[in-house]
């Protein structure tokens, strides 16, 4: 049993004191509730235990942060008496608090649902989010408690030799130090690795659902510059879709084409410079220079480039197009970010350096429309490294970008400096001459300037958590939180200190769950704002209507 600590009695940091365990509860219990309310993407029982366990874990160790703060100070603390009565109201209360949520747990995960015309959740929800919260937290309870031990016995050891409060503080920081080490140097660098390594040979592997192109005058077939074995899956995927004149036809009437498409997978070449280099040969060979659109695209991490941008631009434009990317990673989007995030930049600069180089030795009547093009990481490296103010004196027509992660350069600056009218998830800047940003409903009309010589268009869904991540979220309230909000966040959702950080964060993983919202941008949405940005010949409400319908009678893209 603990004894009474008074203002002058040395703690003894080798004893585990009730404070911690009762408050640590107390806290663990309302991040625990907060964790449960609507967030941005609807969770599976698996998804939402995972994530109400971890916030467990953090609220239990702020719970824990106060106490040691409170000892460190000398403050008083209670005696035997005190200690079993506030511990077990503190106890009581927990559990009546985490009760409260679980009771509430489906309805709260419905109101995400709802906004997304989903289905309401099976009534075994908050038992199976419950088991799943309670498991998890209790490993990371136990992780976190062998930190403490390895502080209080460094620091007690560093007590013996060194004055006052300086070892114990000094143990602290010796613990965060070595666990750093362990889960950064060994966990994380060695699975960041691995993940790699699968990747690379994942998609290197063939899906027999592609077949390799007989036309010589497509990349990949036999009289191409870039053999069909080096194009990794994402590019064979992107090739092997190719809409055939017609298909466009069908649509398009007499004189569709063939759209060029041209990938250079990562293997092709050993640099970023080797791979935009041989992307060009084959882009000039192919006839891509001889269409009437060229876009640029950066890929997402994996390399993957949705057809549900590039088939639709092709039919839009009668299949008179080019277009032509580079991979710089295997890994997704986020783990592509955490490891080698210049890998993209340097691609995306390297492309566009080779490719508009080229643009403008052509004559000046003869160029293709120059546009770039990127989806969310492909986003960020894109206008990263899009040299605007080199390029003034013969611009391309513009560029559109969907899924903009937060830091993403030049979407930051737009809802920073956005007209203050306008909400953060679908802002204004300026008098739309040259940026407008435009989700589901498609507003990229309604500026009140006409477009200038450049456009820029961003399509953003106001559910996408990699676009509406701020680490500021942690302790100060979203922009996009405040009213209006976006049709797809629910009015429901709420902002807690620390909680609402980690809801979006894990969001972020399950981003691509709902076709149409979060981070799968589909069809439908990029038809408009390609219209918006490319003004396609004889366009027509009627005539997007109808190519809507052909795209969304097809199959999702993966």
């Not at 679908?426 to 989700?439: C, Q």
């Not at 069809?523 to 940005?533: C, G, K, Q, R």
Request: charged share 20%.
């Amino acid at each position: 049993m603990s004894e009474t600590v008074d203002a002058g009695e040395a703690p003894d940091w080798r004893r585990r004191h009730w404070v911690p365990t009762g408050l640590g509860i107390l806290f663990a219990a309302i991040f625990f509730v907060a964790s449960l309310t609507p967030s941005l993407i609807p969770r599976d029982p698996v998804m939402q235990g995972a994530l109400s366990g971890i916030s467990a874990a953090v609220g239990y160790g702020v719970g824990s942060l106060l106490v040691w703060v409170w000892r460190i100070m000398l403050l008083p603390l209670p005696g035997p008496s005190g200690e079993r009565a506030v511990r077990s109201l503190l106890v009581l209360v927990a559990l009546g608090l985490c009760g409260w949520g679980l009771w509430n747990a489906a309805e709260w995960q419905n109101a995400t649902r709802a906004v997304m015309q989903l289905e309401p959740v099976s009534t075994a929800h908050p038992i199976l989010v419950g088991g799943i919260a309670l498991a998890i937290f209790l490993v990371l309870w136990a992780a976190g408690s062998g930190f403490m031990l390895l502080a209080r016995r460094t620091g007690g050891a560093l007590g013996r030799v060194l004055p006052g409060r300086v070892g114990p503080v000094l143990g602290v920081l010796v613990a965060v130090f070595v666990s750093w080490t362990v889960v950064n140097g060994v966990l994380v660098r060695k699975g960041l690795a691995l993940a790699d390594d699968a990747f690379a040979a994942g998609e290197q592997v063939f899906d027999p659902a592609t077949e390799q192109p007989m036309d010589p005058m497509m990349t990949g077939s036999a009289a191409s510059l870039i053999g069909w074995d080096e194009l990794g899956n994402r590019g064979r995927d992107f090739i092997s879709r190719t809409p055939s004149a017609e298909e466009i036809a069908d649509y398009w009437g007499e004189g569709a084409k063939r759209p060029v498409r041209v990938y250079v997978g990562r293997v092709s070449a050993d640099t970023a410079r080797e791979r935009a280099e041989l992307a060009l040969e084959e882009l000039i060979r192919t006839g891509g220079f001889e269409r009437e659109l060229l876009i640029i695209t950066t890929p997402v991490g994996t390399g993957w480039m949705d057809p549900g941008a590039h088939d639709t631009i092709d039919f839009m434009w009668g299949g008179d197009t080019a277009q032509v990317g580079a991979q710089y990673s295997y890994l997704t989007s986020v783990l592509s970010i955490l490891t080698n995030v210049e890998y993209g930049l340097d691609q995306a600069r390297a492309l566009f350096d080779v490719i508009y180089g080229h643009w403008l030795t052509l004559p000046e009547e003869e160029r293709p429309h120059l546009y770039i093009h990127g989806l969310s990481q492909g986003a960020l490296n894109s206008q990263a490294e899009f040299p605007l103010f080199d390029v003034l004196d013969a611009p391309p027509k513009g560029a559109m970008w969907a899924g903009s992660p937060f830091v993403s350069p030049l979407w930051s600056y737009v809802r920073s400096n956005r007209n203050p009218d306008s909400p953060a998830w679908r802002p204004t800047f300026g008098n739309g001459s040259m940026i407008r940003v435009t989700n589901q409903a498609n507003t990229l009309d309604s500026a009140p300037a006409p477009w200038g010589p450049i456009r820029f268009v961003f399509l953003s869904y106001g559910s996408d958590p990699i676009v509406n991540f701020d680490f500021a979220t942690l302790w100060r309230r979203p922009a996009w939180l405040e009213e209006p909000r976006a049709p797809d966040v629910s009015p429901e959702m709420r902002w807690f200190p620390l909680v609402t950080a980690f809801q979006v964060g894990l969001d972020m993983t399950i981003a691509l769950a709902i076709e149409g919202y979060g981070h799968f941008y589909v069809a439908e949405d990029y038809i408009d704002a390609w219209a918006a940005l490319t003004d396609p010949p004889g366009w027509s409400e009627a005539r997007a209507e109808e190519l809507k319908a052909i795209f969304e009678a097809r199959p999702p893209p993966w």
